[in-house]
């Protein structure tokens, strides 16, 4: 959850959004952004994508 922002006040539910992500079952290299109040969970880029990007 990196992309969180860590500003002085995170505000009140900042610890039950970190608790959710923790908790949650994404799976492993996915993308997982909050957009407009809903849950937007990508997958992880295919090995195509690694080899052009090399």
Known sequence: MSALP??????????EL???GQEADWPEGSKVEIIDGVVVVSPPPAVPHHRIAE
């Open 6 to 15: 860590a500003g002085p006040t995170p505000g009140q539910y900042w610890d």
């Open 18 to 20: 970190l608790r959710f």
